[in-house]
């Protein structure tokens, strides 16, 4: 069972627009959510957290946004640039378990164009 | 070193052959996880260490699956008898305080395997 999916596989958008992108989750246990960054040919790189107590947590052109009664996180980047395409994982911590220890959904392909 | 390095970088086995993925984490890194992301999909937990002492392997597949970290720095993660299933990138990840303590984790490029 898929407990964090993306349901979008993809997603493109135009240089200093808005970027969202979704993840929803089952699993009522999950307490700190993260997102995650990777470039072809490399490991996935640390974006931005946020914990089940908190709604939103900012840091420069990411937002992450928590909704618990929806089970759903989004990530909003603006502006977009060309160098945020990359693919995006969304990933979650059960609560009692290890921070590195995360669940990821699948990943969604975002392309930012010039 | 800078960052996670991770050895080789590219594995390619015979379906039986036994394989061995090497990690050596960021210096004084006390976590080091390991995880396999198979095509298309994202990274899946296979275990983890706090220095020495393996916390949790909940995530081996099957006891073809080994993964040690003797000395508290570099892991090795084995494969006995290599089926095409195992065909994945194999992606080291360390952090440095222990596993219970927020932390992000810094992971390394991965080795991809490939069993023909």
């Known amino acids: 069972d898929q407990q964090v999916k993306q349901n979008s596989p993809s997603l493109s958008v135009q240089e200093g627009r808005i970027s969202i992108l979704n993840c929803d989750y089952t699993?009522?246990?999950?307490?700190?959510f993260l997102w995650y960054k990777k470039y072809p040919a490399e490991g996935p790189t640390f974006l931005i957290s946020?914990?089940?107590?908190?709604d939103k947590n900012e840091d420069g052109r990411f937002t992450v946004f928590l909704n618990k009664s929806a089970k759903h996180l989004s990530l909003h980047i603006v502006p977009s640039q060309p160098g945020d395409s990359a693919v995006y994982f969304c990933a979650a911590k059960a609560g009692g378990t290890s921070y590195g220890k995360l669940t990821f959904g699948q990943g969604t392909i975002l392309t930012v164009h010039p | 070193g800078a960052g996670v390095s991770q050895s080789p970088r590219y594995k390619v086995a015979k379906r039986g052959q036994d394989v061995a993925l090497r990690c050596d984490p960021i210096?004084?890194?006390?976590?080091l996880f390991w995880y396999q992301q198979a095509l298309g999909q994202g990274p899946e937990f296979l275990t983890y260490?706090?220095?020495?002492?393996?916390?949790?392997k909940s995530g081996l597949p099957s006891d073809r699956f080994f993964a040690e970290r003797p000395e508290g720095s570099v892991s090795t993660l084995k494969i006995q008898r290599t089926q095409q299933e195992d065909s994945a990138v194999y992606l080291c990840?360390?952090?440095?305080?222990?596993?219970?303590?927020?932390?992000?984790?810094?992971f390394g490029n991965g080795t991809r395997l490939t069993v023909t």
């Open positions: 210096s004084g890194h006390v976590s």
């Open positions: 946020i914990s089940s107590i908190k």
């Open positions: 260490f706090q220095n020495e002492a393996q916390l949790d």
């Open positions: 990840a360390s952090s440095y305080t222990d596993s219970h303590t927020n932390s992000p984790l810094h």
């Open positions: 699993n009522s246990m999950f307490d700190y």
